[in-house]
Every structure is written in C-alpha cells, then in structure tokens.
C-alpha cells in the first residue's frame, strides 16, 4: 500500500524504518542500502507494480540461499542470482501463513461454539497452505497461565513427526480464555494461489517468508505443516468473491460455520472488500454463519461501512490487528498472533 503513493526507494525506505526494525535488523539495514541504491532500484522498477515490495526481493533471495550478511555481501548474491531472484518474484506472491494467529482468534472460536451448541465448520478465505485452519490441533500458551491443549493424542501422527506447535501470547482486559479447545468437524479454504504443505519448493518458500531473525516462528511454522501433512485441508483455487458462497453450500449443515480471515483484505480492491462484506452478510442471513476478520487499521471495514473504531484513540491500533466478530470489534491483536487485548468488559 505505501508502494501505490511512493516510490520503489521510499518504500524501501519506509519498510526499513518502520516495518522491519524490532522484527529483522538484517532487513532493516538491506532495505536502507537498496533504497539508497539507485542501480538496484532501476532494476527492480523494471517489475510490474505489485512485485516490487520489499518483503517479496528479500524472500526471493533467502529461497535462493541468501545469508545474513552486511549489505555488500548480500549485493554481491543478488548481482550473481539476479536472473533466479527476478524469475522467482515474477513467479512467487507473499503468502506468508502464519499459524500464531490461532492464538488470537481460538477464544472467539470456543465462544462461538459454545453459544451455538455445535461443533465448528470452518472457511479461511485468503488461507495460503492452510495452517490456521487447524486450531484444534495445537497447544495454547497465554501469559496469565493459562494454557490450552488437545486432550487425546493425534490419531494418525507419523512416529517421526514433530509434536505440534505451542502458540504463545499475551493478554489484556477480559480475554474469554476456554478451557478446552472447540471441536472442528469441517474445514476449507480459498486462495487465489493455495500453497501445498507436501510440495517441498512450497514449503521452502513458506520458510522463506519468515524473517532471518525468527527462529521460533520458522519452527511453529514448521511443526504447523507435520500437522497439516498428517490430514491436508481442502483448499479451493480462486477469488474469495466468487468461491465463497459455493463453498459454504459444501460444510455440513449441523455445525456452525465461521468464516475467518488475516491479512488479505489489504490484497483486496476497496470494492473487493465491499463486495466480500455483502457477500458474507447474504451467507449469514440464509444458511447462517459467523464472521472473523482479523485485519489491518488500513483495510478494517465495519458493518456499518465505516473504517473508524469508535472511541478508540488514533494510533492505538498502529502496527497491530483489529478483531471483528460479525463487523463488531472484540480485540485488538498482535499482527503474528502474539497479543490479544479484549475490547470488552
Ligand atoms: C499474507 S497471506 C495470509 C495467509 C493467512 N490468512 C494467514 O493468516 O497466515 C494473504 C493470502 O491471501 C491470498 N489472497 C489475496 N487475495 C485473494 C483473493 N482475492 N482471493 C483469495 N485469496 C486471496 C494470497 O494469495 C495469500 O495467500
């Protein structure tokens, strides 16, 4: 989004000041360096629009084997790999599945469950390989001690699966933490590009999207995928406009749907987003379902159309998520799943 008003060296920039430091000081320092090199950025300016954001060349070059290095040396790699860093931008799209989110949407999913009396059939629109559709498969670990776990073993595990992940974070206001972890009868996904966990490039690039620096997420991330390997999701090629609806007619009748989303909406055109809030409120006026987005401040559309949270000071969602159930805010959340703050008392 800051690249459709700036220019590819300020969005460089721009990622290197705000998005990256306290995450990845190695993309931090690269993104500084490249926006200040003017030989690169007219390379890079020779790709369409949407391949030139800065979080796309650096995992495209780690895919390729690049190391943290001081700038120089990375400059080095991708003048020597400049032709498989290009094809593999054209070719690839951010798609980062982050699995940490569950953390942050489970209390909604349990509450959802308990008030319906029914067990879950879940739709993730926008849901890459996958990942956040398996909520019922991992630990839970939230700061005031509470920790959620599955209570039978896995069924089917490989004897040399790792165990699945523990989703860490921490808690504000009146959290309503369950004690036990809703049952999941259905689930399904849409994307525009489904990422496959059985296919090794996929799960290379996956690993790729994670920053240098963050061991413990590459880790969930791949335990996440042992988990998902084990029974993979059913994932629906398309637009989440046109896939929806006919999906929905496919998730078992008795469980209550939820349809849920992170981080897409801003892929979407503002019409796109118009279109889909439509779409999910005819879904929940015929066949009934729950909606979950979990978005940025920049693309958070309430019920009412509107992009403002009332009474909630500016900036204070600046860098996290807002949670919506049914276009009502209910938390503010850490954007990798690492923090929930209860809106409600
Ligand atoms: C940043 S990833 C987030 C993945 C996942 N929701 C998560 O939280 O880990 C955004 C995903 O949305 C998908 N996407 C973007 N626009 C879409 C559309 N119009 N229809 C379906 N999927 C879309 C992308 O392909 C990508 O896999």
Redesign the pocket.
């Known amino acids: 989004m800051a690249g459709a008003v700036l220019g590819t060296a300020d969005w460089y920039r721009h990622f290197g000041t705000i998005d990256a430091p306290g995450s990845s000081a190695c993309y931090a320092d690269w993104s500084l360096h490249i926006a200040d090199d003017p030989a690169l950025i007219a390379r890079i300016d020779q790709w369409p629009h949407n391949k030139r954001q800065p979080l796309l060349l650096l995992a495209a070059a780690r895919y390729l084997g690049a190391k943290v290095s001081p700038y120089a040396e990375f400059r080095n790699f991708l003048d020597e790999h400049w032709a498989d860093v290009s094809r593999t931008v054209l070719s690839r799209?951010?798609?980062?599945?982050?699995v940490g989110?569950c953390a942050t949407l489970l209390p909604s999913l349990a509450a959802i469950s308990a008030a319906e009396r029914k067990p879950l059939a879940l739709i993730?629109?926008?849901?890459?390989a996958g990942?956040?559709l398996f909520p019922d498969r991992y630990g839970y670990e939230y700061d005031d001690g509470t920790t959620v776990t599955r209570l039978a073993p896995e069924p089917r595990r490989q004897p040399a699966a790792p165990e699945p992940p523990v989703l860490r974070c921490t808690v504000s206001g009146a959290v309503p933490l369950p004690d036990k972890l809703p049952e999941v009868v259905w689930r399904a996904g849409?994307?525009?590009?489904p990422l496959d966990v059985g296919n090794d490039d996929d799960v290379a690039w996956l690993e790729a999207l994670i920053w240098p620096e963050q061991d413990f997420r590459r880790e969930r991330l791949r335990r996440a995928i042992a988990v998902a390997r084990e029974n993979p999701p059913l994932l629906v090629a398309g637009?989440?406009?046109q896939q929806l609806v006919s999906l929905a007619g496919r998730a078992p009748a008795d469980a209550a749907l939820v349809v849920f989303?992170?981080?897409?909406m801003g892929?979407?055109s503002a019409d796109?987003r118009s279109r889909f809030r439509s779409t999910v409120q005819e879904l929940a006026a015929g066949r009934g379902c729950h909606w979950l987005s979990n978005e940025g401040e920049t693309v958070i559309v309430q019920a009412d159309g509107s992009s403002v949270v009332p009474e909630m000071a500016a900036g204070r969602l600046r860098g996290n998520f807002l949670l919506l159930h049914n276009g009502r805010p209910v938390a503010i959340t850490g954007p990798h799943g690492q923090s929930l703050e209860w809106l409600q008392r």
């Open positions: 799209a951010t798609q980062t599945n982050e989110r993730e629109v926008g849901a890459s990942l956040a849409i994307d525009l590009n637009d989440l406009n989303h992170s981080a897409v892929y979407l796109g």
